[in-house]
Each structure stands twice: as structure tokens, then as C-alpha cells.
């Protein structure tokens, strides 16, 4: 491991300060540690932020929660507010990671996780996302884990967190403090940045920039779910997921909330599938036409293309299982 500075905050102030010469922040290191150890990341300073006030989940004045930035992963699922109101959210975290792990990630990290990419991981091989301008492995390579929505010429790899596709099904908010103090909100459809030409920029944030929190609307009611497929039970990442949110009235179909995960650099979202099903009765013939909006953007590689008759399928069985169609 390359040598590194280390420093201790007692406040997000004095965190943002600190990172604004291009410090890494430090909570639970799950993913931190191993980019460290392989030397894909060599931060010179390390600021722990594990000692902040933000470990806190609370009602906001809307009827909503806010999600302090330090909340461990299996806190965050056992939350009896999160387990009654936003399932989804449980259920996603409780498919991620083994449970250790989800005793020391904390909910801004979990949004901040980098990549599974193998050549991401492999030093030896060329990265644009890990060094800009030498080059995508990936492509013309090992493609099974990859993305068929989002991607570029530049980058094909896919984002690894089930909590964010949860998050971006519940349109969930990130908070974050600048260093010259300011707080802002940013939708999680805004927060993340696609790979375009730069795929090393994977976010809006700026150096220094702490999240201080996540903040959910109020609930919608209706039922949820997450419905994740891996290679197996435990501790694996999604080949593909969906979390969906839907209401129903008088037998139609007054909301739905859909987004996808294992197959984009972000967790994906297509509000035209949203907009579909709209005000309609279930059915098979609909969920089958949403399912086709879906994947009509779909961009698969050479070892991924299951991943279109995977995402089909899972789509389709998790919309039945909301509305109770297949009864």
C-alpha cells in the first residue's frame, strides 16, 4: 500500500476542509481498503469521517426520512420506519454484501462504491476509468458482467450498489456540504454521471464535497419490492435487479416507480416504461409491451446479451408480483 497522510474530523466542516486538496474520506472502507491495497486508488491523505454526527435517521418535516451519511448498511435495514414504509430499500440492502460487511458500510459509502469491473481491478490492464485515455479492456473482452444500458466507447462497466437502485426507485435525494460550507440537494438521477468520454468521472461531486445524508420523499403507498438475480445466494453482485414501487386504484394502475440495476454504470431509470403503464389495467400484454420499451435502448456485448431475456423476464415477474396480475 502506497504511504498516506492520515487526519481525524470532528465535523463535516472541518472534513470538507480537509478534502479539498483531493483527500479521500474514510468511514467504513469496505471498498476503500481493497482499491487501496491494490494501489487502483493512492489517495496521499486519508480523512476518517467514521466519528461524525451523521449516523442519525429521522422524520423530515414532510413526512419523509432523512438518512444520516454514517448509517451502518444493517442499522439503515432493520429501521423499523424503512422496514414499514420504504421496503424496497430493506429488502435491497439485505441482498447486498454478507452481513459483517453490512455492519460497516455506511450509506454514503454504499453510494459511492467504484466498479467490479475485472479490469477495473487488474492493474495490469489498460483502464479509462481508472486511467483516463489508456484504453477499455473490457471491450472486445470478458463482457458477461457489463452494461447494455449508458455505456460508451470508452467504458462498459456497470455500477455495483443494490441500495442506490432502491434509492433511485424511491426518488431519493443526496445532501451534500461544499467546503466553503454550502448544503445542497441533488436528486439521485442527477448525482451520477455517465461515462461519455469521461468515464473516470463517476459523480457531481467536487473535491471536498462530504454527503451528509440521503433524504426519501414521503411515502406513496402501494406495495414495493427488490428482486435480484445473481450467480448465487450470498455475497455476489447482480447480473441484473429491479426495484419497483407501484400503486394501484380501483383496479388500474396509479403509480409506478421502476429502476434496474447490474446493467448501467448508474442505477437505471426509463420513465417512458413508467409513463406505459400509467392509469392501466395489469396485464400480461401490457407488462410484455413495458418490457420492449425497456429494453429497446439495450446495447449488449458479446457475452452479455442474456441480460436482455434476464431483465425481460425479471421485469415482467416483479410487475406481477406488485399488481397481483399472475393471480
Not at 465535523?11 to 486538496?21: N, V
Not at 441500495?163 to 433511485?168: F, N, S, Y
Request: charged content about 20%; overall charge neutral; glycine content about 8%.
Amino acid at each position: 500500500m502506497t504511504p498516506f497522510a492520515y487526519s481525524r474530523a470532528a465535523t463535516p466542516s472541518e472534513a470538507t476542509g480537509l478534502g479539498r486538496d483531493g483527500a479521500s474520506f474514510i468511514a467504513g472502507g469496505t471498498n476503500l481498503l481493497d482499491l487501496m491495497k491494490l494501489e487502483i486508488i493512492t489517495p496521499d491523505r486519508l480523512v476518517d469521517i467514521s466519528r461524525l454526527d451523521l449516523a442519525a435517521i429521522s422524520e423530515t418535516p414532510e413526512g419523509g426520512l432523512r438518512i444520516g451519511a454514517m448509517v451502518r448498511n444493517s442499522d439503515l435495514a432493520a429501521d423499523r420506519k424503512v422496514c414499514d414504509s420504504y421496503p424496497v430499500l430493506a429488502e435491497a440492502l439485505l441482498a447486498g454484501a454478507s452481513a459483517q460487511l453490512r455492519n460497516k458500510a455506511t450509506t454514503g459509502g454504499n453510494l459511492l462504491q467504484r466498479t467490479r469491473c475485472y479490469y477495473f481491478y487488474d492493474t495490469a490492464m489498460p483502464c479509462n476509468k481508472r486511467a483516463p485515455g489508456s484504453g477499455c479492456q473490457a471491450i472486445g473482452g470478458a463482457t458477461r458482467l457489463h452494461a447494455i444500458f449508458g455505456a460508451s466507447v470508452h467504458c462498459i462497466a456497470t455500477h455495483p450498489s443494490d441500495m442506490a437502485v432502491a434509492l433511485r426507485a424511491l426518488d431519493a435525494e443526496v445532501e451534500v456540504e461544499a467546503p466553503e460550507g454550502a448544503i445542497r440537494r441533488l436528486p439521485l438521477s442527477q448525482f451520477y454521471v455517465l461515462p461519455g468520454d469521461t468515464p473516470h468521472i463517476e459523480t457531481v461531486l467536487a473535491p471536498g464535497d462530504l454527503i451528509t445524508a440521503v433524504i426519501l420523499p414521503p411515502p406513496q403507498g402501494g406495495r414495493q419490492t427488490y428482486r435480484k438475480v445473481r450467480d448465487r445466494a450470498s455475497y455476489a453482485f447482480a447480473l441484473v435487479s429491479v426495484a419497483g414501487v407501484v400503486a394501484l386504484k380501483e383496479g388500474r394502475i396509479a403509480h409506478a416507480s421502476l429502476a434496474f440495476g447490474g446493467v448501467a454504470p448508474q442505477p437505471w431509470r426509463n420513465e417512458t416504461v413508467e409513463s406505459m403503464l400509467h392509469d392501466r389495467q395489469p396485464s400480461a400484454g401490457l407488462f410484455a409491451q413495458a418490457a420492449d420499451a425497456l429494453l429497446a435502448d439495450a446495447r449488449p456485448q458479446k457475452d452479455n446479451a442474456f441480460k436482455i431475456s434476464l431483465l425481460r423476464r425479471t421485469l415482467i415477474a416483479v410487475l406481477n408480483e406488485l399488481t397481483d396480475a399472475d393471480q
